[in-house]
């Protein structure tokens, strides 16, 4: 109707949808906007607050009292927290890194074939959209001492069977080989994404001119990824920052703290613990810490963009 | 694309074979774990006779509160689902199409990218504090509030990117012929981007089913969803193996229904923002 009338006509029209029209933008980013300055903004602020505070309860009530400086001590000796810190970043450079590469391979080999392109694709993305949780269970099952199919193959050709998860040196590989398996399948959508808008003329013409497999992956498969290399190896990185819900399951940070991880030593100050001020304040620092980063890559984005 | 032969060529498909059984196999065994009774799988045997024991276990067992989780779950995800589309979408046009400041719009889209790469843990703290303050701790209401704000940011991309590739002339005539920009958006602008509001729809939908740091901290025994459920069931003093893998693999469905039914719309999503 609105699209047959010519606008002369339509001067001013009362109702709804002519003042939702005039102050279109407030009514479509207002929402959006509402919503993270109530659950991000205002939370961050109250953050901030708590960070300063020793938070107890009594009968119900919070008690709030002032400990700036004692949250600051503790964090400054927490030595948790730089364990936990060293543990993510292992945990992120191995997993991202051995991932990148498997991805890479298959994405590469994938594209290779000449027909069951679809089929493959759909069984190796499988682990990507299935919930941690789950994942970590299975896995829990998998890597069991006594009855896991893991040992049950490493005994079955004459080895001692293996624990797992119960070692120290061992918990912290354990758990990146579950993260592998979980997201070298995303990892391997992006860069086959990426590998099929390829110009098929580039790699012909190297072969015709007599590049081996090799020198053309190598040489020109892979340097013409390198956008969508990077944008998978950040959005791994983020992920893989953030971890909880697989080593939660798994291992809960042990054994001692050799599977600790940033976002479980949160979870434990804040819910075990019962720690609010202290939480807040690695909360804060991490917040901070993240920031940071995000400014000094821009900074650096931009100025390898320059170059 | 890069065509192998010979030997390459047999290498490659074995290699891929390789990746294709490590990715399916765990899945699988899993699988055949929950048709076992505990006895068995503690055994280690291989070859039984199939039992739905676990799976009824788990589902209506006096003990077992796995429907609920499910109803809970189904609850949070589809309203979030629908909340999170509703606001995000809006804002993804408004950014795209309405003429905003560049400041704004870059805080905004900043802001969303800072929340993104935060550990959700470090919110759920003061979450928990004012939830409690306003009597909605441990409701599904504030769940769902939460899994609108953490899925927030990968709607407005995606939907920004959707609409971005839409050419702005169509609108502008529409526009020209006195058509006003809400009528633009509803009727022209909205259709168009139909894929994407399904790519977008299912993975704000999967998150939210998977979502378990915040589902953890901010429910209780009658608002618990699957993920704690599972969570539970591996954290008992005695563990039913049997049903944890039964409760795991049910727990899976919504994803490998999605995947099956919904694969393009995922595919695209996924990469839409990675290859752009």
């Known amino acids: 109707m609105a699209l047959a009338q010519a606008p002369a006509s339509e001067a001013p029209r009362p109702g709804l949808s002519d003042f939702i029209d005039r102050h279109l933008g407030w009514f479509t980013l207002g929402p959006a906007i509402v919503l993270l300055v109530l659950l991000t903004i205002y939370p961050i602020v109250n953050l901030v607050l708590m960070a300063g505070s020793t938070i107890n309860f009594q009968q119900g009530h919070e008690i709030w009292k002032f400990s700036l400086w004692s949250n600051l001590a503790t964090l400054l000796h927490d030595g948790i927290f730089g364990v936990a810190l060293r543990n993510t970043a292992i945990y992120a450079a191995i997993s991202v890194a051995v991932e990148m590469v498997l991805g890479l391979g298959l994405a590469i080999l994938v594209s290779s074939m000449r027909r069951g392109k679809g089929i493959l694709r759909t069984l190796l993305i499988v682990p990507i959209l299935l919930p941690p949780v789950a994942i970590g269970s299975m896995w829990k099952l998998m890597y069991s001492f006594d009855f896991g199919v893991l040992n049950q193959i ?5 080895l001692q069977p293996v624990n797992w998860l119960g070692s120290t040196s061992l918990a912290l590989m354990s758990v990146i080989i579950v993260d592998v398996w979980h997201w070298t399948p995303f990892v391997f959508l992006i860069l086959f994404a990426a590998v099929e808008g390829l110009p098929s003329e580039v790699i ?3 072969r015709i001119d007599g590049a081996g497999t090799w020198s053309i992956v190598f040489k020109i498969i892979i340097p013409l990824l390198k956008p969508a290399i990077v944008v998978a190896a950040l959005f791994r990185m983020i992920l893989a920052f ?3 819900d697989e080593i939660f399951l798994l291992t809960s940070g042990g054994p001692g703290n050799a599977t600790e991880v940033v976002s479980l030593h949160l979870y434990q100050v804040f819910f075990e613990q019962n720690q609010l001020g202290y939480g807040a304040m690695m909360s804060v620092a991490i917040i901070a810490a993240t920031v940071v980063f995000i400014w000094i890559g821009h900074r650096v984005s931009s100025a390898m963009g320059r170059l | 694309m890069l065509v192998l032969r010979g030997y390459s060529r047999i290498v490659g ?3 891929l074979a390789l990746g294709v059984f490590i990715i399916v196999a765990p899945f699988l065994w899993v699988a055949m774990q929950s048709f076992k009774y505990e006895i068995q799988i503690l055994q280690g045997t291989w070859f039984t006779m199939p039992t739905l024991y676990n799976y009824i276990d788990v589902l209506w067992s006096q003990r077992s509160d796995f429907m609920t989780n ?13 909340c999170v589309l509703l606001v ?6 408004s950014l795209s199409r309405l003429k905003w400041k560049r400041w704004i719009a870059a805080v905004f889209l900043g802001w969303t990218l800072i ?7 470090t919110l759920v703290g003061p979450w928990f504090l004012i939830f409690r303050e306003i009597g909605l701790y441990q409701t599904l209401f504030a769940l769902t509030l939460t899994h609108i704000t953490l899925n927030l940011p990968m709607t407005v991309w995606m939907m920004m990117a959707y609409f971005n590739e839409l050419p702005k002339d169509i609108e502008e005539a529409a526009m020209v012929d006195g058509c006003r920009r809400i009528d633009a958006f509803w009727r022209i602008a909205l259709p168009l981007v139909r894929p994407g509001l399904i790519a977008a729809g299912v993975l704000a939908f999967v998150f939210s089913w998977n979502e378990f740091a915040v589902a953890l901290n901010l429910t209780g025994r009658a608002t618990a969803t699957v993920p704690v459920a599972i969570a539970q069931f591996s954290q008992q003093y005695e563990v039913q193996n049997g049903q944890m893998a039964a409760a795991s693999i049910l727990s899976t469905i ?3 229904l999605l995947m099956f039914f919904g694969q393009r719309f995922i595919v695209q999503g996924l990469t839409m923002g990675a290859v752009k």
């Open chain 2, 115 to 121: 929340f993104n790469m935060i550990p959700p843990l």
């Open chain 2, 254 to 256: 919504p994803a490998l």
């Open chain 2, 88 to 93: 995000g979408t809006l804002a993804a046009y």
């Open chain 1, 204 to 206: 012909e013409a190297a």
């Open chain 1, 154 to 158: 490493v005994t079955g050709v004459g």
């Open chain 2, 70 to 82: 499910v109803a809970n779950s189904m609850i949070v995800a589809t309203s979030s689902t629908i």
């Open chain 1, 242 to 244: 953030k971890v909880f």
């Open chain 2, 13 to 15: 498909i074995l290699l």
